[in-house]
């Protein structure tokens, strides 16, 4: 699964999944936390974070919404997904 992206100690993945069902989203992983959120929406559709580390990824998700949304083309078609800029 590849890491697009790390910022604060948080960790961006997106795993390579070929016709996989349900929305469009990324796995985040912080300490002992994990998380999927939905590209779509920008919304933590399953896991958790703590507050503080959800709103920094959700600012995150939003500001690159366009880019996450073609690396998920990329992975759902086996290919590597592009990094992306952390958050500043």
Known sequence: MP???MF???????????G???PPHF???????????????CEVIDGDLPR???KLVLAW???HQEELLA???????G??????QPLQ
């Open 8 to 18: 604060y100690g948080i960790i961006i993945r997106m795993y390579f999944a070929p």
């Open 61 to 63: 998700a939003e500001l």
């Open 79 to 84: 290919e590597t997904p592009f990094k992306i």
């Open 20 to 22: 996989e069902h349900g």
């Open 3 to 5: 890491t697009i992206s």
């Open 52 to 54: 503080r580390q959800a």
């Open 27 to 41: 796995h985040v992983y912080y300490n002992e936390f994990k998380a999927s959120v939905d590209i779509l929406t």
């Open 71 to 77: 690396d998920w083309k990329l992975v759902m078609n």
